[in-house]
């Protein structure tokens, strides 16, 4: 059960498709490639990095793959073959300060509406949690 004085949360599920390579010679992993979610923690809407999804995102899809790959390797120190955007997981509470935010300056998303901003970058990857989950 969700804790009311808790700060809304949500993160970014990635699909990643990962290499392992072994510098010994004498050992070979096969399979050597494998496919995992990622998840990154969403910024607090407002806050330094918030605004994750609108310079990463298209319409529920990455925007530059070879910029995410880079910072997945970042994070996971293994080459990234491959990144896809699965959704944005968040409970009511997020969503409803992500919204706050974006109408509070819409011309950042060049949208005429909260939910014209939402689809045009998010699509309809939100999945929304139960608050209790």
């Known amino acids: 059960m969700r804790d009311t004085d808790e700060e809304p949360s949500a993160e970014y599920l990635f699909r990643v ?10 050992v070979r992993l096969s ?14 809407p407002g806050a ?21 790959r880079e910072l997945a390797e970042e994070s996971l120190g293994v ?3 491959g990144v896809e ?16 935010a974006i109408v509070a300056d819409l011309t950042l998303f060049r949208s ?13 990857s939100i999945h929304v949690r139960d608050a209790q989950a």
Do not use: C, M
């Open 31 to 44: 399979p050597n490639r494998f496919e995992t979610t990622l998840s990154r923690a969403a910024a607090t």
């Open 112 to 124: 005429d509406s909260v939910d014209e901003a939402l689809k045009k970058y998010l699509g309809s």
């Open 48 to 68: 330094d990095g918030w605004l994750f999804f609108r310079d990463n995102l298209w319409r529920g899809e990455v925007n530059d793959e070879q910029h995410l």
């Open 79 to 81: 080459p990234v073959e």
């Open 85 to 100: 955007f699965r959704e944005l997981r968040t409970d009511p509470a997020y969503l409803d300060a992500l919204k706050e």
């Open 17 to 26: 498709r990962i290499r392992v390579e072994s510098s010994d010679p004498d």
